[in-house]
């Protein structure tokens, strides 16, 4: 078992900036690709950006190249989300997520999730 717990979420201005962290436990964490993924009222959970278990590649499409940045401290535990430019679309609950390959993007890749952290961003 893995078990996950993000922090860092609350409310920013749009053009602001967050960091979300989620701290992992259980089994040999950095055997685990993690990521983040994000879900808005009414809408579909969607895959933000993910990590391999060494840190060494990192994969998120192209809608928020540029703006988030994932990366992990494997001696802590802990995997960060940088977020910046962030503006009201980016609203949501988001969670980190692990899966035992080389990296996520789909659900179905997940083998443990965080219970969420809620984002909003005030216009």
């Known amino acids: 078992q893995v078990q996950l717990v993000e922090s860092g979420g609350g409310l920013v201005q749009a053009g602001g900036s967050l960091r979300l962290s989620c701290a992992a436990s259980?089994?040999?964490?950095?055997?685990?690709?993690m990521g983040w993924f994000r879900q808005a009222p009414g809408k579909e959970r969607e895959f933000i950006v993910s990590?391999?278990?060494?840190?060494?590649?990192?994969y998120s499409p192209d809608s928020v190249k540029g703006r988030f940045t994932i990366s992990r401290d494997n001696a802590k535990n802990t995997v960060y989300l940088q977020m910046n430019s962030l503006g009201p679309e980016d609203t949501a609950v988001y969670y980190c997520?692990?899966?035992?390959?080389?990296?996520?993007?789909?659900?179905?890749?997940?083998?443990?999730w965080g219970q969420g952290t809620q984002v909003t961003v005030s216009s």
């Open positions: 990590i391999s278990g060494s840190g060494g590649s990192t």
């Open positions: 259980g089994r040999t964490v950095s055997n685990y690709a």
């Open positions: 997520a692990a899966g035992l390959r080389s990296l996520i993007a789909l659900s179905r890749q997940i083998d443990y």
